[in-house]
């Protein structure tokens, strides 16, 4: 039974929480909240880097998913302690941001509060390691901008993409995939800004990944409505209908009463004439491609059959869109107002089946601003763990043409900050020097990782790196060649954005759990928290799976 508030005026406990409340306060609250952090930190550490392990997540149906794509193992972790989904929004936010960098920032915010920890040991107050944090995080963002790169052109672009899939299950196509990418981005891009939802991937099995391509226009998964209609057709006419070509069902609960058989055929040929002026009405137009948001009635599908249209029905809001940016058409909300004016154009629509999968092809347009990328994998898994890649090199390419900075990777940038940080909590007095230091160790966690994951000693590579930080902020662990070497010339750089986001995050995140001196579990309905127990880890995450 939780109590606050006292005691009352005969020295009984007022109890204002209902019985089973579970309440942890001050150093109890902050040690569970830590801890949690820690855990989660620790669970995804193996999988960063180009040498990173993956995990294997089996859900209670039994369905798999092998992957080392941070927020994807956190998404799919069945994750119940409040300060532990706190760090995974983190993870979230960082893929929502950017797409790439989740294990990152996760690792980083772990840190941040293992050495937020040591401060608290030392009876320092959990504002004043926040507002350190602060500070550290808001000079660090400085350091950042400083040691950034201003290159964006498409050999940058290629270098970006290729560090992005390192270490992600597609070594041997990195290259053509990152051509790909590259490409896509750079055909979307309008006045310097990309909508990664006009890159369209689909995932195909069946063969191996370098026989991916690029569709330079829209690939929908949906077959013609009836055999009879054209499988191919040139110099296309794309209509866009959001407006179903059958008669609506009446949507009150009128009932129509007929007297005579003749009635119920006049009724009948009242139907079948209003679905025959929706088609004619179509045909004025001079279309000869019809992809329909809702449905098609029979009838209007022999008809349009017959004049020789291929019809495409129930397709998604999300393709419509990308066919209106890859054909230049309007969307038609009422066939009545449908002119040839609303029309799209594309070379060549064809129909055509890969592996299992029966797509509708829209391709040879003058400039489309929509484009898809068909992903191909020898099994489900792999295709799957492709696409996690693919999508994460959309999102670092799609950030670089933006921003035009770049950053040397292999922990080069957080040790160049580190470095930084420690230099400027020299000039800082009382004790949010010490919690600018411990930021600036915290940084260092992300070459410690890369070195631990390669099977390297982290100590000798970190002060190695130390060493040679003094010539060059570039200066980084090379993982393939076991050594440190600079990454700029190494090829291997990273979005400014990335990094940026994951700092910015982690540190918000640290500070807002390092604030919390009151965790108050409801004994409400479901499940909730496991407030006891911490000290006996992995089980007691509350919901969490046991970490082995």
């Known amino acids: 039974m939780a109590q606050l508030g006292g005691q009352g005026q005969q020295g009984q406990p007022i109890l204002i929480l209902p019985e089973g409340t579970n309440r942890l306060l001050g150093r109890d609250a902050q040690s569970m909240n830590v801890m949690a952090g820690k855990i989660l930190a620790e669970t995804i550490r193996t999988t960063l880097g180009p040498k990173g392990m993956d995990k294997m997540l089996v859900d209670s149906l039994g369905d798999i998913v092998v992957t080392n794509d941070g927020v994807t193992i956190l998404k799919e972790m069945d994750i119940e302690h409040p300060a532990a989904k706190m760090l995974v929004e983190v993870a979230k936010t960082q893929e929502d941001e950017v797409g790439d960098g989740t294990t990152t920032a996760v690792i980083i915010a772990g840190e941040l509060l293992k050495k937020a920890e040591d401060l608290l040991e030392q009876d320092i107050h959990p504002t004043v390691i926040s507002m350190g944090y602060r500070r550290a995080a808001t000079k660090a963002l400085e350091i950042l901008n400083d040691i950034s790169i201003d290159r964006n052109d498409r050999e940058t672009l290629i270098e970006v993409a290729m560090t992005a899939m390192t270490g992600k299950g597609t070594e041997k196509a990195r290259k053509p995939l990152a051509e790909i990418i590259v490409n896509a981005v750079k055909q979307v891009e309008e006045n310097g800004e990309v909508d990664r939802d006009h890159i369209n991937i689909h995932r195909i099995q069946g063969a191996t990944v370098d026989e991916s391509q690029l569709i330079r226009g829209v690939v929908i998964d949906k077959s013609r409505i009836d055999p009879s209609m054209p499988k191919k057709i040139e110099d296309a006419r794309i209509a866009l ?106 070379g060549l629509v064809y129909e055509k089946k890969i592996f299992d999968e029966i797509m509708i092809f829209v391709e040879e347009n003058p400039d489309p601003k929509a484009v898809s990328i068909i992903l191909r994998g020898s099994t489900k898994h792999v295709a799957e763990e492709v696409e996690r890649a693919v ?125 919390i001196d009151d965790v108050i579990a409801s004994s409400g309905a479901g499940k909730q928290p496991d407030m006891e127990g911490m000290e006996g880890m992995p089980p007691g995450m509350g919901g969490m799976p046991p970490m082995m």
């Open 241 to 346: 209908l959001k407006y179903p070509i059958e008669v609506k069902d009446l949507e009150t609960d009128a009932k129509i009463k007929l007297t005579a058989p003749n009635q119920m055929q006049a009724f009948i040929e009242q139907e079948e004439s209003m679905v025959r002026h929706m088609v004619e009405k179509i045909i004025a137009t001079g279309a000869n491609v019809v992809f329909c948001q809702k449905g098609i009635d029979d009838l209007a599908q022999h008809y349009l059959a017959r004049e020789g249209i291929l019809a495409v029905k129930r397709v998604r809001k999300s393709d419509i869109e990308r066919l209106e940016k890859a054909t230049g058409a309007s969307v038609a909300t009422n066939i009545e107002d449908l002119s040839s004016d609303d029309l799209g154009n594309a």
């Open 391 to 515: 999508e994460d090199a959309i999102g670092v390419v799609t950030a670089t043409v933006e921003d035009g900075k770049v950053v040397a990777g292999g922990g080069a940038a957080e040790m160049a900050i580190a470095r930084g940080l420690t230099d400027y909590s020299d000039t800082i007095s009382g004790r949010e020097q010490l919690a600018v230091a411990a930021f600036a160790k915290a940084l260092e966690i992300v070459p410690k990782t890369l070195a631990e994951n390669a099977g390297m000693d982290s100590i000798d590579v970190l002060v190695d790196i130390r060493a040679a930080q003094e010539k060059s902020p570039y200066m980084g662990l090379d993982v393939f060649q076991g050594k440190v070497a600079n990454m700029k010339l190494a090829t291997v750089i990273e979005p400014h954005r990335v990094k940026k986001q994951a700092i910015q995050s982690a540190a918000e995140a640290a500070e807002m759990i390092l604030r």
